[in-house]
Protein backbone atom coordinates (compact mmCIF):
# COMPACT_ATOMS: atom_id res chain seq x y z
CA UNK A 1 0.00 0.00 0.00
CA UNK A 2 0.85 3.92 -0.21
CA UNK A 3 1.61 5.71 2.16
CA UNK A 4 -1.92 7.45 1.23
CA UNK A 5 -3.67 4.38 1.28
CA UNK A 6 -2.72 4.31 4.79
CA UNK A 7 -3.78 7.12 6.30
CA UNK A 8 -6.90 6.68 4.57
CA UNK A 9 -7.21 3.38 6.73
CA UNK A 10 -6.26 5.37 9.66
CA UNK A 11 -8.70 7.79 9.31
CA UNK A 12 -11.63 5.31 8.69
CA UNK A 13 -10.73 3.17 11.41
CA UNK A 14 -10.56 6.01 13.94
CA UNK A 15 -14.49 6.92 12.89
CA UNK A 16 -14.91 3.28 13.29
CA UNK A 17 -15.26 3.12 16.85
CA UNK A 18 -18.21 5.39 16.54
CA UNK A 19 -20.02 3.59 13.89
CA UNK A 20 -19.43 6.52 11.42
CA UNK A 21 -18.77 6.30 7.97
CA UNK A 22 -17.19 8.79 5.81
CA UNK A 23 -18.38 10.47 2.59
CA UNK A 24 -14.92 11.31 -0.11
CA UNK A 25 -15.11 15.02 1.08
CA UNK A 26 -15.39 14.28 4.56
CA UNK A 27 -11.93 11.52 4.42
CA UNK A 28 -10.43 14.45 2.75
CA UNK A 29 -11.15 17.04 5.12
CA UNK A 30 -10.41 14.82 8.29
CA UNK A 31 -7.07 12.74 7.10
CA UNK A 32 -4.59 12.49 9.33
CA UNK A 33 -1.18 13.51 9.23
CA UNK A 34 -0.92 14.66 5.34
CA UNK A 35 0.45 18.20 4.43
CA UNK A 36 -1.67 20.68 2.67
CA UNK A 37 -2.80 20.16 -1.16
CA UNK A 38 -4.75 21.89 -3.29
CA UNK A 39 -8.95 20.41 -3.28
CA UNK A 40 -9.03 18.46 -6.62
CA UNK A 41 -5.97 17.14 -6.30
CA UNK A 42 -6.13 15.69 -2.93
CA UNK A 43 -9.49 14.67 -3.72
CA UNK A 44 -8.48 13.03 -6.91
CA UNK A 45 -5.64 11.35 -5.19
CA UNK A 46 -8.05 9.78 -2.47
CA UNK A 47 -10.35 9.04 -4.91
CA UNK A 48 -7.13 6.42 -6.39
CA UNK A 49 -6.39 5.48 -3.03
CA UNK A 50 -10.28 4.40 -2.17
CA UNK A 51 -10.54 2.58 -5.27
CA UNK A 52 -7.17 0.78 -4.44
CA UNK A 53 -8.48 0.14 -0.40
CA UNK A 54 -12.05 -1.21 -2.24
CA UNK A 55 -9.42 -3.75 -4.67
CA UNK A 56 -7.79 -4.92 -1.46
CA UNK A 57 -10.89 -5.82 0.00
CA UNK A 58 -9.88 -3.75 3.08
CA UNK A 59 -12.54 -0.95 3.14
CA UNK A 60 -16.64 -0.94 1.48
CA UNK A 61 -18.63 1.30 0.35
CA UNK A 62 -22.55 2.13 0.54
CA UNK A 63 -24.41 4.92 -0.37
CA UNK A 64 -21.06 7.04 -1.25
CA UNK A 65 -19.84 6.20 2.27
CA UNK A 66 -16.95 4.20 3.06
CA UNK A 67 -16.05 2.00 6.33
CA UNK A 68 -13.81 -0.76 7.44
CA UNK A 69 -14.70 -3.70 5.56
CA UNK A 70 -15.07 -5.82 8.55
CA UNK A 71 -17.42 -3.41 10.81
CA UNK A 72 -21.18 -3.79 10.64
CA UNK A 73 -23.05 -1.50 8.56
CA UNK A 74 -23.18 2.05 10.01
CA UNK A 75 -24.93 3.36 7.59
CA UNK A 76 -28.13 3.49 9.15
CA UNK A 77 -26.65 3.93 12.41
CA UNK A 78 -25.40 7.32 11.30
CA UNK A 79 -28.26 8.35 10.13
CA UNK A 80 -29.99 7.64 13.32
CA UNK A 81 -27.55 9.95 15.02
CA UNK A 82 -28.09 12.44 12.60
CA UNK A 83 -31.55 12.52 13.87
CA UNK A 84 -31.09 12.28 17.72
CA UNK A 85 -28.28 14.94 16.72
CA UNK A 86 -30.45 17.42 15.63
CA UNK A 87 -32.87 17.29 17.97
CA UNK A 88 -29.99 18.32 20.49
CA UNK A 89 -29.16 20.97 18.26
CA UNK A 90 -32.05 22.59 19.26
CA UNK A 91 -31.97 22.31 22.52
CA UNK A 92 -28.43 23.89 23.00
CA UNK A 93 -30.58 27.32 21.95
CA UNK A 94 -31.87 26.99 25.48
CA UNK A 95 -28.56 26.91 26.72
CA UNK A 96 -27.59 29.94 24.89
CA UNK A 97 -30.53 31.92 25.74
CA UNK A 98 -29.80 31.48 29.73
CA UNK A 99 -26.56 32.21 29.28
CA UNK A 100 -25.96 35.12 27.20
CA UNK A 101 -26.84 37.60 28.86
CA UNK A 102 -23.96 36.85 31.12
CA UNK A 103 -21.32 38.98 31.04
CA UNK A 104 -18.55 37.47 31.94
CA UNK A 105 -18.98 34.66 29.42
CA UNK A 106 -17.12 34.91 26.04
CA UNK A 107 -17.90 32.06 23.97
CA UNK A 108 -19.99 28.73 24.38
CA UNK A 109 -18.97 25.81 22.20
CA UNK A 110 -20.45 22.20 21.81
CA UNK A 111 -18.29 19.65 21.85
CA UNK A 112 -18.29 15.58 22.07
CA UNK A 113 -20.57 13.46 20.33
CA UNK A 114 -23.21 16.25 19.58
CA UNK A 115 -20.29 18.55 17.84
CA UNK A 116 -19.58 15.30 15.51
CA UNK A 117 -23.64 14.88 14.71
CA UNK A 118 -22.96 11.05 16.17
CA UNK A 119 -24.93 11.83 19.29
CA UNK A 120 -27.18 8.68 20.60
CA UNK A 121 -30.59 9.26 21.99
CA UNK A 122 -29.80 9.57 25.43
CA UNK A 123 -26.08 11.52 25.16
CA UNK A 124 -25.24 14.22 27.37
CA UNK A 125 -24.73 17.80 25.58
CA UNK A 126 -21.38 18.64 26.23
CA UNK A 127 -20.31 22.15 26.18
CA UNK A 128 -16.92 23.87 26.65
CA UNK A 129 -17.39 27.41 28.27
CA UNK A 130 -15.02 30.34 27.68
CA UNK A 131 -14.92 33.05 30.51
CA UNK A 132 -13.46 36.41 31.06
CA UNK A 133 -10.07 36.48 32.79
CA UNK A 134 -10.68 35.62 36.26
CA UNK A 135 -14.11 34.91 36.64
CA UNK A 136 -13.69 31.24 35.82
CA UNK A 137 -14.36 30.34 39.88
CA UNK A 138 -16.89 32.69 40.39
CA UNK A 139 -18.88 31.69 37.18
CA UNK A 140 -18.95 28.01 37.37
CA UNK A 141 -21.66 27.48 40.20
CA UNK A 142 -23.78 30.08 39.14
CA UNK A 143 -24.13 28.45 35.23
CA UNK A 144 -23.88 25.02 37.36
CA UNK A 145 -26.83 26.66 39.17
CA UNK A 146 -29.22 27.88 36.33
CA UNK A 147 -28.25 24.59 34.37
CA UNK A 148 -29.72 22.92 37.60
CA UNK A 149 -32.94 24.65 38.00
CA UNK A 150 -33.63 23.86 34.24
CA UNK A 151 -33.31 20.06 35.99
CA UNK A 152 -30.03 19.75 33.08
CA UNK A 153 -27.42 19.92 35.90
CA UNK A 154 -24.89 16.60 35.36
CA UNK A 155 -23.56 16.01 39.24
CA UNK A 156 -21.64 13.60 40.44
CA UNK A 157 -23.93 11.94 43.32
CA UNK A 158 -26.99 11.22 40.27
CA UNK A 159 -26.54 11.17 36.66
CA UNK A 160 -29.39 11.20 34.85
CA UNK A 161 -29.81 11.17 30.63
CA UNK A 162 -29.80 13.96 28.48
CA UNK A 163 -28.40 16.45 30.83
CA UNK A 164 -25.72 19.36 30.08
CA UNK A 165 -22.31 18.35 31.02
CA UNK A 166 -20.71 20.97 31.80
CA UNK A 167 -16.83 20.02 31.85
CA UNK A 168 -14.73 22.35 29.78
CA UNK A 169 -14.02 25.94 31.39
CA UNK A 170 -11.37 28.37 30.17
CA UNK A 171 -10.37 32.07 30.81
CA UNK A 172 -10.07 34.25 28.18
CA UNK A 173 -6.21 34.67 28.06
CA UNK A 174 -5.33 29.94 28.09
CA UNK A 175 -6.85 29.06 25.37
CA UNK A 176 -4.29 26.68 24.21
CA UNK A 177 -4.60 22.97 24.97
CA UNK A 178 -2.27 21.88 27.55
CA UNK A 179 1.40 20.81 25.46
CA UNK A 180 1.31 17.38 27.58
CA UNK A 181 -2.45 16.39 26.33
CA UNK A 182 -1.87 17.48 22.44
CA UNK A 183 -2.68 14.48 19.82
CA UNK A 184 -4.67 13.12 17.55
CA UNK A 185 -7.41 12.71 19.66
CA UNK A 186 -7.68 16.59 21.26
CA UNK A 187 -6.79 18.06 17.63
CA UNK A 188 -10.19 16.68 16.41
CA UNK A 189 -11.66 18.09 19.88
CA UNK A 190 -10.43 21.50 18.92
CA UNK A 191 -11.49 21.29 15.41
CA UNK A 192 -15.05 19.81 16.04
CA UNK A 193 -15.53 22.15 18.68
CA UNK A 194 -19.06 24.12 17.58
CA UNK A 195 -19.46 27.50 18.62
CA UNK A 196 -23.02 28.43 19.45
CA UNK A 197 -22.36 31.76 21.31
CA UNK A 198 -19.31 33.96 20.16
CA UNK A 199 -18.59 37.42 21.82
CA UNK A 200 -16.12 39.58 19.85
CA UNK A 201 -14.94 36.27 17.74
CA UNK A 202 -13.42 34.08 20.25
CA UNK A 203 -14.12 31.19 17.84
CA UNK A 204 -11.47 32.47 15.75
CA UNK A 205 -9.28 33.27 18.69
CA UNK A 206 -9.70 29.27 20.27
CA UNK A 207 -8.92 28.12 16.66
CA UNK A 208 -5.74 30.34 16.24
CA UNK A 209 -4.28 29.91 19.99
CA UNK A 210 -3.82 26.53 18.92
CA UNK A 211 -2.41 26.15 15.81
CA UNK A 212 -0.23 23.05 16.39
CA UNK A 213 -4.01 21.02 15.70
CA UNK A 214 -2.41 21.80 12.03
CA UNK A 215 0.56 19.50 12.58
CA UNK A 216 -2.38 16.74 12.84
CA UNK A 217 -5.02 17.67 11.12
CA UNK A 218 -4.23 20.18 8.29
CA UNK A 219 -6.94 20.55 6.16
CA UNK A 220 -9.59 19.83 8.76
CA UNK A 221 -7.51 22.71 10.96
CA UNK A 222 -7.80 25.50 8.19
CA UNK A 223 -11.56 24.89 6.83
CA UNK A 224 -12.41 25.36 10.62
CA UNK A 225 -10.63 28.75 10.89
CA UNK A 226 -12.25 30.09 7.36
CA UNK A 227 -15.90 29.21 8.95
CA UNK A 228 -16.09 29.88 12.21
CA UNK A 229 -16.61 33.44 11.23
CA UNK A 230 -20.61 32.88 10.31
CA UNK A 231 -21.62 29.99 12.91
CA UNK A 232 -22.11 31.14 15.96
CA UNK A 233 -24.44 33.57 17.27
CA UNK A 234 -22.29 36.82 17.58
CA UNK A 235 -22.70 39.19 20.63
CA UNK A 236 -20.71 42.26 21.03
CA UNK A 237 -19.73 43.62 24.14
CA UNK A 238 -20.51 46.65 25.89
CA UNK A 239 -16.98 49.08 26.08
CA UNK A 240 -15.96 50.18 30.02
CA UNK A 241 -15.99 53.78 29.68
CA UNK A 242 -14.43 54.34 33.26
CA UNK A 243 -11.14 52.67 33.11
CA UNK A 244 -9.87 53.67 36.61
CA UNK A 245 -13.11 52.20 38.35
CA UNK A 246 -12.86 48.95 36.16
CA UNK A 247 -9.89 48.23 37.09
CA UNK A 248 -10.22 48.23 41.06
CA UNK A 249 -13.41 46.19 40.12
CA UNK A 250 -11.40 43.79 38.23
CA UNK A 251 -8.93 43.32 40.87
CA UNK A 252 -11.58 42.85 43.87
CA UNK A 253 -13.03 40.06 41.09
CA UNK A 254 -9.66 38.49 41.05
CA UNK A 255 -9.57 38.32 44.60
CA UNK A 256 -12.66 37.12 45.03
CA UNK A 257 -12.33 34.14 42.01
CA UNK A 258 -8.95 33.34 43.77
CA UNK A 259 -10.92 32.52 47.05
CA UNK A 260 -13.85 30.80 44.99
CA UNK A 261 -11.43 28.93 43.55
CA UNK A 262 -9.50 27.34 46.63
CA UNK A 263 -13.23 26.42 48.29
CA UNK A 264 -14.12 24.54 45.16
CA UNK A 265 -10.90 22.64 44.83
CA UNK A 266 -10.82 21.55 48.42
CA UNK A 267 -14.51 20.37 47.87
CA UNK A 268 -13.42 18.45 44.67
CA UNK A 269 -10.06 16.84 46.31
CA UNK A 270 -11.53 14.10 47.78
CA UNK A 271 -12.97 12.54 44.67
CA UNK A 272 -10.74 14.07 41.54
CA UNK A 273 -9.34 11.40 39.44
CA UNK A 274 -8.25 12.14 35.51
CA UNK A 275 -10.01 16.04 36.05
CA UNK A 276 -7.22 18.83 35.36
CA UNK A 277 -8.29 22.04 37.20
CA UNK A 278 -6.20 24.58 37.83
CA UNK A 279 -7.03 28.59 38.25
CA UNK A 280 -7.58 29.28 34.73
CA UNK A 281 -8.50 25.81 33.22
CA UNK A 282 -10.85 22.97 34.35
CA UNK A 283 -11.41 19.66 32.57
CA UNK A 284 -13.53 17.34 34.20
CA UNK A 285 -13.15 14.32 32.70
CA UNK A 286 -13.37 11.62 34.79
CA UNK A 287 -12.92 9.40 32.89
CA UNK A 288 -8.95 8.75 30.89
CA UNK A 289 -11.27 9.49 27.59
CA UNK A 290 -7.92 9.89 25.48
CA UNK A 291 -6.20 6.29 26.29
CA UNK A 292 -10.25 4.70 26.00
CA UNK A 293 -10.45 6.46 22.36
CA UNK A 294 -6.84 5.23 21.31
CA UNK A 295 -7.67 1.92 23.00
CA UNK A 296 -10.65 1.76 20.71
CA UNK A 297 -8.88 2.80 17.54
CA UNK A 298 -6.59 0.03 17.88
CA UNK A 299 -9.12 -2.30 17.99
CA UNK A 300 -10.51 -0.87 14.82
CA UNK A 301 -7.04 -1.31 12.99
CA UNK A 302 -7.22 -4.76 14.19
CA UNK A 303 -9.85 -5.34 11.99
CA UNK A 304 -7.75 -4.74 8.83
CA UNK A 305 -5.84 -7.34 9.16
CA UNK A 306 -7.33 -9.99 11.34
Not at 45 to 72: C, E, M, Q
Request: glycine fraction near 2%; proline fraction near 2%.
Amino acid sequence: MRFLDVQVLLTLSYVDQFDWPLTIQEIEKRLIFTKKNKGQKTKKKISLSLNNLLDLGLISKKNNYFYLKKSRDNFKIRKKYEKFSLEKWTETKEFVVLLKAIPGIKAIFVTGSLAMNAAKKNDDIDFLIVVRKNTLWLLRPLITFLALSRGKARLREFHADNTWCLNMWLEEDSLQVLENIRSVYTAYEVCQATPVLDKNNFAQKFLKENKWVENYLPEYYSQRLASTRCQAESVKELEISNLTLFGIWNFVISILNTIAFVLQRLYMSTHMSHEKVGLKIALFHPRDTRNLIFRRWKESLGKIYN
